[in-house]
């Protein structure tokens, strides 16, 4: 079912994308001057192509709606972390232990420890 709303959802975006680069320029960059739009005036200018992004549109934030309740039922009832903790708890033995905090400061003054690990 996620495929299937997620291919329409490609197809939807491709179609939104092609038909907006179908429409006419108005002329200004960013809705600076160019006369008066179809949001400006009182009669809006409704062509096909203008209706068919609406179209697409409804339909792009309907599927991405969609895929997003999809995706929180899916996870539902588990967490990111409960998942780092699994597999913590599986490869445990194999990994070696990262070192400490303390692992990476100098050693105290009082401690004659060597810096380096002497070589076998």
Do not use: C, Y
């Not at 320029?25 to 960013?30: A, K, M, Q, V």
């Not at 809705?31 to 096909?48: D, I, L, P």
């Amino acid at each position: 079912m996620e495929n299937v709303v997620l291919i329409i959802h490609l197809l939807l975006a491709l179609g939104l994308i092609a038909v907006v680069l179908l429409q006419r320029s108005e002329g200004g960059g960013l809705g600076m001057g160019g006369g008066g739009g179809g949001a400006m005036t009182g009669r809006s200018a409704a062509t096909a192509l203008s209706k068919l992004t609406w179209l697409l549109a409804i339909a792009f934030i309907a599927t991405s709606i969609t895929l997003t309740v999809l995706a929180a039922q899916k996870s539902a009832g588990s967490s990111v972390t409960d998942r780092i903790e699994a597999s913590e708890g599986d490869a445990g033995a194999e990994t070696p232990s990262t070192p400490l905090g303390s692992d990476l400061l100098p050693p105290a003054e009082g401690d004659n420890a060597p810096l380096v690990p002497a070589a076998d």
